[in-house]
């Protein structure tokens, strides 16, 4: 038998005279990500895509799980290809659904007939296999509102398909489509959730770390690293800079007042960040941050924050508990790293008493006390590291 994967493109068909734009890049992310598995030939028909396997010892299985996570696909399905003749699909359905048939209490059939030519009409293709399927497997009964299984024929100009249920996709926008722009990464639950929603909507990442060593570990930037992994598994590439921020927290540390430590060390990422993502290209920045998570995301604190920049801040966690970021990061199979306990350079230098709500006038006095900040500025960019993470 031989087997397709049929991939619905959902919110792609909105685009109208862009459509095949959007397509076109979708079917460029999805070559990319099951490349080393084989040879595949892919055909745009109507808001379906259908990939079809050269070799024949390709893993369709691996390459199913790779494409569940690409944006743009809203849903995808194994399918087998038969003859255009009822007898063929009837057997075809048989032998090709015989386990899931055989698991399922409940089943529907629906049917499309593009070939008006097909002497039988969708709803005589429904009646006759369900009648049918009902003949072979008598523990079946018919439920046409909630089926354990929906059996799909498809008559094609070429060959009809027979499919099963429909696996989940990632949905979304495909990744380039958007533009890019600079996630600020830590270690921590939030900003690789707020990296994954921004990709979900097309944006393409370039990621920004920041390491004090000695007091961030090699560890901590391995879990880093690990995190944008994850994420790029739905992204695709993402380009990530190791930024050396010791010297210019060490200064924050002996120069400004200590109730500022947080929300000068934020402005200054974002000064960094902006300069490093538009050498890229980005046209954004996005952070992980959520109002009143913690004292340096209060409003007031956002606000000497966002002054610090020129660029737009994406921040897509913005108005979202910790459970229900925590529950996005499960999805994505990021909790358990951002979990260890490797701290990053956020958690350096940390005030007890933090200022909630600074006002920008008094920020920006205590941060003109590091000399040359510049300079330092300057310096941590140069000194940037490029480490590519592929899917």
């Not at 090709?96 to 030519?117: I, P």
């Not at 009964?141 to 398909?161: C, L, Q, S």
């Not at 499919?163 to 990744?175: D, F, H, S, V």
């Not at 490797?342 to 008493?353: L, N, R």
Request: aromatic content about 6%; hydrophobic content about 40%.
């Amino acid at each position: 038998m031989k087997e397709i994967i049929l991939v619905k493109n959902g919110e792609l068909a909105l685009k109208g005279l862009n459509r095949n734009t959007f397509e076109d890049v979708l079917i460029k992310n999805m070559k990319k990500r099951i490349k080393d598995l084989g040879k595949f030939e892919f055909t745009k028909s109507q808001s379906t895509i259908m990939v079809d396997p050269i070799d024949e010892d390709i893993d369709l299985d691996d390459a199913v799980d790779r494409l569940s996570k690409v944006f743009g696909i809203a849903a995808l399905s194994r399918a087998c290809v038969c003859q255009k003749d009822f007898e063929d699909i009837q057997s075809t359905t048989a032998n090709y659904l015989e386990e899931q048939l055989e698991d399922a209490k409940t089943f529907k059939v629906e049917a499309k007939r593009s070939d008006k030519k097909f002497p039988m009409k969708s709803p005589e293709i429904c009646r006759e296999l369900g009648g049918f399927i009902l003949s072979r497997f008598h523990h079946l009964k018919v439920d046409v509102h909630n089926p354990d299984i929906i059996i799909t024929v498809e008559v094609r100009d070429k060959y009809a398909f027979v499919r099963g249920n429909n696996i989940k996709g990632a949905g979304g926008m495909p990744t380039g489509t958007s533009g890019r722009a600079g996630i600020l990464i830590s270690g921590g639950i939030d900003s690789p959730v707020a990296a994954y929603m921004m990709a979900k909507r097309g944006i393409e990442l370039c990621a920004i770390h920041f390491a004090s060593p000695p007091y961030t570990s090699e560890l901590a930037e391995m879990k880093v690293l690990e995190l944008l992994k994850k994420v790029a598994k739905y992204s695709g590439v993402i380009t990530t800079y190791i930024v050396p921020f010791t010297k210019i927290q060490e200064f924050i540390r002996d120069l400004c007042p200590e109730e500022y430590f947080t929300i000068i060390m934020r402005r200054i990422m974002m000064m960094i960040a902006e300069k490093m993502a538009a050498n890229q290209n980005c046209s954004a920045l996005i952070t992980g941050e959520s109002v009143g998570q913690v004292a340096s995301q209060t409003m007031y604190a956002l606000a000497c924050t966002d002054c610090a920049v020129n660029m737009p801040v994406f921040r897509p966690c913005i108005g979202m508990d910790k459970e229900e970021i925590i529950a996005i990061s499960r999805k994505i199979d990021t909790f358990e790293t951002s979990i260890q306990p490797y701290e990053d350079c956020c958690t350096v230098f940390t005030p007890k008493h933090p200022k909630t709500r600074p006002h920008i006038d008094e920020v920006i006095k205590a941060e003109q006390k590091i000399p040359e900040l510049e300079k330092w500025i300057d310096d941590a960019i140069n000194g940037a590291r490029k480490i590519i993470i592929k899917s």
